[in-house]
């Protein structure tokens, strides 16, 4: 047997079994599904109706050629017939429409199924509302010359209609997160091509808050979500475990238990570990009395890599997890009293975004090429994106 398909076999082993050590989570936590069918769902807004904000990425195939392009979208959603999801006829309305998307397997050989392009939602007191967006033509003909992409790349606000977005601020560099701060009017954003968080003004000014060192096995800390404790204005940041490129001759691409959450003064910049011994922490958020909410997308070992040459949209490939352990992400509650961690829920498949709103947190969930079959703990299953809402904690 090759080390490649120990690993394998070891890994998948790994992510069908509980893992040793975690507590059960929380039985008082509903966790409802109420959104399915979606492509790539990441940041969700709740607006005060009681409808959705939700932003996909799209399918992530606008490749040259591709026909199947422009499918990233803002839709509205809104519970028409108050049975308690938005899955019925009509309760769907697409605001935004034609966002490209790319697959970084394809693009950038991850040898991971991950679909970018929209990232972030946010709204304001005031009503407006921000997205953050991906440039999905990551061309080397695009290179600046020091290693920057010229792209459509940055944070836009949607003018009051909803009907159309202007650019705010133009970034070099993928954003994943965006944040913001009502008491100093500061908004901040997660710059992971440059593993650095950045703070904006009103006025989009922009200064560089802090730098990520390399995490505890060498890899990049790559900040991935943003959230800011209301309560003293510091400034909350997930760093998910990047890769590690000369792991027994092989590529690993994370190492459970590196990824950790950074707790910085938004004034000196001064930065602390808030939480550590996490994996694949992907995204945060707080709530009004300054507890925090965090996902895992996977808190398994990394399965083998999806091969470059992969046909993610050929329905004829075997079914393939896409480089993550799927079903092992959860989502977590750093108690602001007591400074104690809980497990709200766990056994999600691939969560990817978090936000509170009236004491509720919706997830976003299902990464990679919809309608590919993986292999998951229950068996073979077509990817699907979802929202869920968690209530009871």
Known sequence: M??????????SALCFVPLIGYVKAQEAVTVTPIARGLNNPRGVVALPDGSLLVAEVGLGTDEPGASTANTGQISQLTDANTDGDYNDPGERTALLTGFPSYNSLATINTGHDEPFG????LMLDDGRVFFNKDDPYFRASRNTGDDLFTGDTGVFLMNEARTDADMFLKTAATVNSIAYDPAHET???????FNRITAVTQDAQTRTLAEFPLLANGQQGVPAGVAVDPTSGDV??????????????????????DSKIV????????????????TTCIDVATDPDGNLYFVELAVAWPLALTPFDFDL???TQLPDPGG?????????MLHADSGNVEIL??????????????????????????GREMWTPQGIEALDGEILKLTGF
């Open 313 to 315: 949209t050929d329905p």
């Open 118 to 121: 929209l990232s972030d939602l």
């Open 236 to 257: 909350y940041v997930a760093l998910f475990s990047g890769f590690i490129y000369d792991y027994y001759g092989t590529l690993l691409s994370y190492v459970p238990g």
């Open 187 to 193: 908004f901040y954003i997660t710059e992971s091509g």
């Open 263 to 278: 707790r910085i003064n938004p004034e000196s910049g001064a930065m602390t570990d808030a939480i550590t011994g996490l």
């Open 324 to 332: 993550y352990a799927r079903y092992t992400g959860r989502v977590s």
């Open 2 to 11: 090759t080390f490649k398909a120990y690993v394998c076999l070891v890994v």
């Open 345 to 370: 829920a766990d056994g999600i498949d691939t969560p990817t975004n978090i936000t509170y709103a009236n004491g509720a947190l919706y997830v976003s969930r299902g990464l990679g090429t919809p």
